[in-house]
């Protein structure tokens, strides 16, 4: 079985990398191609994941290559994590916005808008190749802004598609450390959208612990790209649910925004600063244990999802996994064809999102919200229209004012980041 793995020169790769090695047998795993578009990026990291290999004794055969085509021929499974535009393109997400007023950051936002805009063509192109190439594969997109890139996938790629992040992993893995649980034994009652979803629910081993975890809850702890500002024991009992970390920008808008202005260095800076020594440790022939420094990237728990929806997908068994996938019905009052982030059950017959109980108005205001400026930035993104993308900046609730929205646009379309037909 193939995998391929496209933005292999990720500094992120090694961290997918060292799962596919521990679960090789249980996934029948006999070859990775790592591709890029950025040799210079790529071969450190394949480099290492050859030493990784070797180190672990394994036979997997290790390609990596420039060409998608050669990447995609033949693959089983085709793994999105994809950064059109690089770490600079990120800064510009994330300073734009506030020159304007606004929250900047990569996936929501205004910022989250721009690099939406930027890869939907891009993520839309290499499924094109996927169909071509390896049919019947399924893409496994982890490229940000998830659920957006991954609706456009669904609704336009021609591709079984599965939008996955590691925030759900992370906070079932989180609550079974506090419980003091097997993480197997957690289950999570998960909705909402991609960066916007709340827990609503809990049981270990089939019991209800919700109430004991909800009287607990501090909103400490988190990913190391989200600042930590807790929200609040009284929103939490108000809503009577546990906002994952994504919230905090809509929940405490003005305190992030303070905390953003007060930084001296952007977090793509800071993540630049950050691959420049991780890239190090890769060139460096003597190294091939995955680096503790990668978790200052963020991304923890990043394999253990991929891999997982993988063994899953791969199952006659059906296995239930929190992933981005099209709605259908699951959660009343939002179109069937919305990507939504919720309990899914995978196999190899394919993927069936999970009913849910309808979303209470304390938060789905918000949520639908949110969806209606996601769908909007897709319909933007597919048409090359200015008349969309202000649409959409102005529905989006980090946005707020028309004034702002146009402001912001005019900047993103200054620096290249959208070209419109209108």
């Known amino acids: ?65 420039l060409d998608l085509d050669q990447a995609i021929a033949g693959a089983t499974f085709v793994i999105t994590q994809v950064r059109v535009g690089g770490q600079q393109a990120r800064h510009r997400d994330e300073t734009v916005p506030l020159r304007h007023g606004c929250i900047g950051q990569e996936t929501t936002g205004a910022g989250g808008f721009a690099k939406a805009l930027r890869t939907i063509p891009v993520l839309l192109g290499i499924a094109a190749r996927v169909r071509e190439r390896a049919p019947g594969a399924w893409i496994i997109n982890f490229t940000n802004p998830s659920g957006i890139i991954t609706e456009a996938l669904l609704r336009h790629g021609g591709v079984p598609t599965v939008g996955l992040c590691n925030i759900p992993t992370e906070m079932r893995m989180e609550a079974a450390k506090a419980l003091g649980a097997p993480p197997e034994s957690v289950e999570l009652d998960y909705v909402g959208l991609n960066h916007l979803a709340w827990i609503r629910g809990l049981r270990v081993a089939g019991n209800d612990v919700f109430e004991q975890v909800l009287a ?31 919230l905090r920008y809509y929940y405490s808008t003005e305190a992030v925004l303070e905390e953003l202005r ?90 069936r999102p999970l009913p849910q109980a309808p979303v209470p108005e304390e938060y789905f205001g918000l949520m639908r919200q949110v969806k209606g400026y996601e769908r909007l930035t897709i319909e933007a993104a597919m048409t090359r229209s200015r008349a969309k993308a ?21 900047d993103i379309m200054a620096n290249g980041d959208f070209d419109p037909l209108d």
């Open 262 to 351: 007060a930084a001296p260095k952007t977090r793509a800076q800071v993540v630049m600063d950050l691959e420049e020594r991780l890239f190090a440790i890769y060139r460096d022939p003597s190294q091939h244990e995955k680096p503790a420094l990668l978790a200052e990237r963020g991304g923890a728990f990043y394999s253990r999802a991929a891999i997982d929806v993988m063994a899953a997908l791969l199952s006659p068994t059906p296995r239930v996994q929190i992933v981005n996938t099209l709605n259908r019905g699951a959660v009343p009052g939002l179109p069937d064809d919305a990507s939504v982030e919720i309990p899914t059950e995978l196999s190899s017959h394919g993927v």
């Open 216 to 246: 607990a809850f501090t909103g400490a702890g988190g990913p190391a790209n989200i600042p930590q500002i807790d929200v609040g024991a009284d929103l939490v009992a108000a809503l009577h649910a546990i906002p994952t970390w994504y």
């Open 390 to 410: 202000l649409a959409a900046l102005a529905a989006n609730p980090l946005v707020r004012t028309a004034a702002k929205a146009r402001a912001i646009l005019a």
């Open 1 to 65: 079985m193939k995998v391929a793995v496209i933005g292999g020169g990720s500094t992120y790769t090694p961290e997918l990398f060292e799962g596919l090695l521990a679960r090789q047998a249980e996934l029948g795993l006999t070859e990775v191609v790592l591709e890029d578009i950025d040799a210079a990026r790529l071969e450190p990291v394949a480099g290492f994941c050859r030493r990784m290999a070797v180190a672990a004794g394994s036979g997997i055969l290790i390609r990596h290559t």
